[in-house]
């Protein structure tokens, strides 16, 4: 997970576990689910889904780490994290060597490695 010297609690959007939101949410800052979203979920920084937090719908993001239950699809520009206690329905797009899956974590649906960023290699001479 991401860290800054310059962390605030301001930077960080919650969404409590009495909370139900419905509809498409974007957060800039990180973003921390222990409530229930229906609907879509963006991300130009960290997603995190808790234990006891529910998305349906799709995520698309990042860096997310799934703790709770997602009943849609994901999609990851950099890196997914299943939690032991994560339950993941729909389809995943992570890159290539970004994706962590625990011990007890579950999947429910197809996963679709993308082809890393190949870096330009010179040729050799």
Same mark, same amino acid.
């Given at each position: 997970?991401?860290?800054s010297?310059?962390?605030?609690?301001?930077?960080? #959007?919650?969404?409590g576990?009495?909370?139900?939101?419905?509809?498409?949410?974007?957060?800039?800052?990180?973003?921390?689910?222990?409530?229930?979203?229906?609907?879509?979920?963006?991300?130009?920084?960290?997603?995190?889904?808790?234990?006891?937090?529910?998305?349906?719908?799709?995520?698309?993001?990042?860096?997310?780490?799934?703790? #709770?239950?997602?009943?849609?699809?994901?999609?990851?520009?950099?890196?997914?994290?299943?939690?032991?206690? #994560?339950?993941?329905?729909?389809?995943?797009?992570?890159?290539? #060597?970004?994706?962590?899956?625990?011990?007890?974590?579950?999947?429910?649906?197809?996963?679709?490695?993308?082809?890393?960023?190949?870096?330009?290699?010179?040729?050799?001479?």
């Amino acid at each position: 997970m991401s860290s800054s010297a310059n962390f605030n609690e301001k930077d960080v #959007g919650f969404i409590g576990e009495d909370l139900i939101l419905e509809g498409t949410v974007h957060s800039r800052n990180k973003l921390v689910i222990h409530g229930t979203i229906k609907g879509e979920i963006s991300g130009d920084d960290e997603i995190t889904i808790g234990k006891s937090g529910k998305v349906v719908g799709s995520i698309s993001g990042g860096l997310v780490t799934v703790a #709770g239950n997602v009943d849609g699809d994901v999609n990851i520009e950099d890196h997914l994290e299943i939690a032991p206690t #994560g339950n993941v329905q729909g389809e995943i797009h992570v890159p290539a #060597g970004k994706l962590i899956i625990h011990e007890g974590a579950e999947i429910s649906g197809q996963c679709h490695i993308l082809p890393s960023e190949k870096k330009d290699i010179p040729p050799k001479k």
